[in-house]
């Protein structure tokens, strides 16, 4: 079982391997693309990637260490300047495999390897908008719909004596006028004072009497003061 065993021996020697790759990274950093096998190409992107992660951060030490694995001074330079500048924003994925199928004799399957030339453009992740919460009625304001409204002892004492008629909104609750136009308003009779409305009736009598020919009858109080 191959367990932590990453990478592909390509039937090659480990020295030949390692001279291989590097000339092959080397390549791919001079014309930004290179044809090779399918397997190749996916092991060259591994190290290729490496590589311009080095040169992002661009210290000394990560300058030493590129150099180590690329001999040429002016590929070493480009990765340096010119690539990791490029991909400065991007956070990974500086290479791209194009499969261009079989190749004639042993068919074997034929890959482009190449570097990314678009514009890294970051994308705003979309916030889920959340449903508006049914707003859920609380414990006490059920119970107090269910609940038929309490009646003050007061006023049940005083129905069951007969006092206030069972089945009244309110006592004295005044009844609101329908509207109507100032036109049509009635003006009600005021009432008037028990003395008004005697001398009103003893000035109609006086005036009948006077009219038929016939002298007022007179009161009860005159006549006792005459006999005397």
């Known amino acids: 079982m191959r367990h ?3 990478g592909r021996k390509l039937g090659v020697t480990t020295k030949h391997r390692k001279s291989m790759f590097r000339n092959m990274v080397t390549d791919l950093f001079r014309f930004d693309r290179i044809k090779t096998t399918d397997m190749k190409a996916k092991e060259l992107r591994r190290i290729a990637e490496k590589m311009i992660t080095l040169a992002k ?7 030493r260490q590129a150099a180590a694995y690329i001999r040429d001074n002016d590929v070493l330079k480009k990765l340096f300047d010119v690539i990791a500048a490029k991909f400065k924003d991007r956070p990974g994925g500086y290479t791209r495999i194009i499969k261009l199928g079989f190749r004639k004799g042993d068919n074997t399957a034929v890959s482009l390897i190449e570097l990314v030339e678009e514009e890294y453009k970051p994308t705003k992740k ?15 304001e059920t119970a107090a719909k269910g609940k038929p409204k309490a009646r003050s002892s007061k006023k049940e004492s005083a129905e ?4 206030i008629e069972e089945g ?12 109507r136009k100032p036109e049509e308003r009635v ?4 009432a008037q004072a028990p003395q008004a409305q005697e001398q009103e009736l003893k000035a109609s ?4 009497g006077v009219e038929s020919g016939t002298e007022p009858v007179p009161e009860a109080g005159t006549e006792n003061k005459k006999e005397e």
């Open 160 to 163: 069951e004596l007969g006092l």
């Open 126 to 140: 979309k916030k889920a908008k959340a449903s508006p919460k049914k707003e859920q009625p609380n414990a006490a």
């Open 168 to 179: 009244k909104a309110a006592a004295g609750a005044a009844v609101p006028e329908p509207d």
């Open 57 to 63: 951060e661009g210290t000394l030490h990560k300058r």
């Open 4 to 6: 932590k065993r990453v």
């Open 205 to 208: 009598g006086t005036e009948e």
């Open 187 to 190: 003006e009600e009779p005021q």
